[in-house]
């Protein structure tokens, strides 16, 4: 690998944060000697290559690399957001305390609103 500059390793941490919160763990890997990927090791001590598992194939650069799993990442984690099923994974008591929880603060500011005006007059 060649010597990077602080601007390219600064370049690579904001990357690696980024693919880290959505696939802990994950590191550089090369492949052969100028090809880069990105792996994580899963429970069963089994490496699971990120780039992939999105169909991109292995980068000439560690930047790039890391480059294309943030942008995986991100791709990931937008269609986890809108997957209509998303719902069905989570407890339905869960669902409705939240739901609960909005509903009583958008009343208290409703009430404070109401309070606020009469108290001028």
Do not use: F
Request: hydrophobic share 30%; proline share 4%; with cysteine.
């Amino acid at each position: 690998m060649n010597k990077l500059s602080v601007q390219e390793k600064k370049l690579i941490e904001k990357y690696k944060r980024k693919v880290c919160n959505q696939y802990p763990g994950a590191y550089l890997t090369a492949i052969g000697k100028t090809h880069y990927t990105i792996m994580q090791e899963q429970d069963g001590l089994q490496p699971k290559d990120i780039l992939a598992e999105w169909c991109i194939l292995p980068a000439t650069n560690p930047i790039k690399a890391w480059e294309m799993a943030q942008i995986g990442a991100k791709s990931n984690q937008n269609l986890n957001r809108t997957h209509p099923l998303r719902i069905e994974g989570m407890d339905m008591e869960d669902k409705i305390a939240r739901v609960e929880a909005r509903r009583l603060k958008t009343e208290s500011v409703r009430e404070s609103r109401k309070t606020k005006e009469y108290d001028i007059y």
